[in-house]
């Protein structure tokens, strides 16, 4: 999943648990540029160095991996990645995407999406309901 920085989801793509994160991602990365021309800079984990780094540079994308400074012991607030992360717990809160798994993946993502755009809804409610 990528997310812009304010943790609505940007493109998703939902996947049996036995491909890897980056190569899920580089698959994504095409229709995202295709979608998003003006992304300039991504934040990833660990998990995605290699192939998509390389292909997001070929694309203009600069990528920054953050990774755990080695003196960090137990839990710390890692820059940028938080962002992605409070997206996750976001859509947690959504009980078909926390506990009905479906036997298609199609219904998952469509889940996934319709979950992100009531996120959105409830936010530009809540910002009319304030002016």
């Known amino acids: 999943m990528v997310v ?3 943790g609505f989801v940007l493109k998703a793509w939902v996947t049996e648990a036995s491909y890897q994160d980056g190569t899920v991602a580089c698959w994504l990365l095409d229709g995202l ?9 991504m934040w990833a984990d660990a998990a995605y160095r290699g192939q998509f780094v390389e292909q997001a540079r070929a694309y203009g994308i600069d990528v920054e991996i953050v990774t755990r400074a080695d003196d960090q012991q137990g839990f710390v607030v890692q820059p940028r990645r ?18 009905d798994y479906k036997y298609w993946m199609y219904s998952s993502d469509a889940m996934l999406y319709l979950a ?10 809540r910002l009319r309901a304030a002016q």
């Open 116 to 125: 992100s755009i009531r996120i959105m809804l409830r936010r530009l409610a």
């Open 4 to 6: 812009d920085t304010q």
């Open 33 to 41: 540029v295709k979608h998003y021309p003006r992304l300039k800079k």
């Open 82 to 99: 938080w962002v992605g992360e409070r997206t996750l717990a976001w859509l947690g809160n959504y009980r078909r995407l926390s506990k």
